[in-house]
């Protein structure tokens, strides 16, 4: 999803809460919740991406009900109807409650949402438990909160907790992170849809993570998931990869094919680490490692870069 999009939907939040305040002030909405209908749905303008189409539908479907509530003046006259002029995180004038509070659960998953750096730096995710015990529309909610964060500069979080609301727009983010995000975020996306059981060929993404060669980059997820799917297929590409692009890649590279050959029980054998460290050095040492990484694999072939 374009940032163009958020920032249009983010608009129209914001005039529908706009319009919010002024019905509950006893003034007319109408002017605000139409504009918000006209910026989520602009004339003669099409979705190619179901998501963008599914978020947008939803808002202009809840702008729809409080114009409907709305009298011919645009003012609120059914005092029934009070609960539906309240969007979540819009602020409602005091003295007029708006829908039931959010619930333990939710405010809990929200706040561990607002991630400090002892948190990030350790690896905490986000509250999946109190995410499990969220109803229906706070489940929605949440999705919403989470595609928004994606969009913006999620990480291996969102997708987590994304995959564990497993609705239909949550697994179709995933499925988007997974075909158009970052590198990164790709990888932690596919960790996400092997771990559902989707019948994915990892194997080009990971080649592509030894390609960029960083381990802060997406690296360290392609090794886990090689590792954690036993990718043997990969071992002539790990081989190729042992002896071109970073330093920190081929030595990745050569000790992960040592791995999936069956030789050690670890994606790095710290024994052979004096081996594995050849392939940081320059272009003859590195094959003379390769040659006798091959051999002690037992790999046919010279599987030469």
């Not at 007319?28 to 991406?49: E, H, V």
Request: with cysteine.
């Amino acid at each position: 999803m374009a940032i163009e999009d958020f920032k249009e939907r983010r608009e129209a939040t914001r005039l529908e809460q706009q319009g919010d305040a002024a019905v509950l002030a006893g003034r007319s909405g109408t002017g605000f919740y139409q504009q918000a209908q006209r910026t989520l749905m602009p004339t003669g303008r099409t979705w190619t991406d179901r998501d963008e189409y599914d978020l947008r539908m939803t808002a202009f479907q809840r702008l729809q009900e409080k114009l409907w509530a709305l009298g011919p003046d645009g003012c609120l006259h059914d005092e029934s109807k009070r609960p539906l002029f309240w969007v979540p995180g819009a602020k409602t004038p005091h003295g007029h409650p708006a829908t039931p509070p959010p619930s333990a659960a939710y405010d809990a998953f929200v706040k561990s949402m607002e991630m400090d750096y002892d948190n990030w730096h350790d690896g905490v995710g986000y509250d999946l438990d109190a995410l499990s015990k969220l109803g229906p529309e706070e489940r929605n909610s949440a999705t919403s909160l989470l595609i928004q964060r994606l969009e913006a500069s999620g990480d291996w979080r969102e997708l987590e907790a994304l995959a564990r609301i497993d609705t239909p727009l949550a697994r179709r983010a995933v499925r988007r992170a997974f075909l158009s995000g970052p590198l990164q975020t790709r990888l932690y996306a596919l960790r996400e849809l092997l771990a559902a059981g989707e019948k994915i060929d990892p194997d080009p993404l990971i080649a592509e993570a030894f390609a960029e060669g960083d381990l802060y980059g997406g690296l360290s997820v392609a090794i886990d998931l090689a590792a954690d799917y036993r990718r043997v297929g990969l071992i002539p590409t790990l081989l190729a990869r042992a002896m071109k692009g970073t330093p920190e890649a081929r030595i990745h590279a050569a000790a992960l094919a040592w791995f999936l050959a069956g030789k050690s029980e670890e994606p790095f054998d710290m024994s052979e680490r004096p081996l594995f460290l050849r392939f940081g050095e320059d272009e003859a040492t590195r094959r003379e490692a390769r040659d006798e990484l091959v051999r002690r694999i037992g790999m046919a072939g010279d599987s030469k870069a």
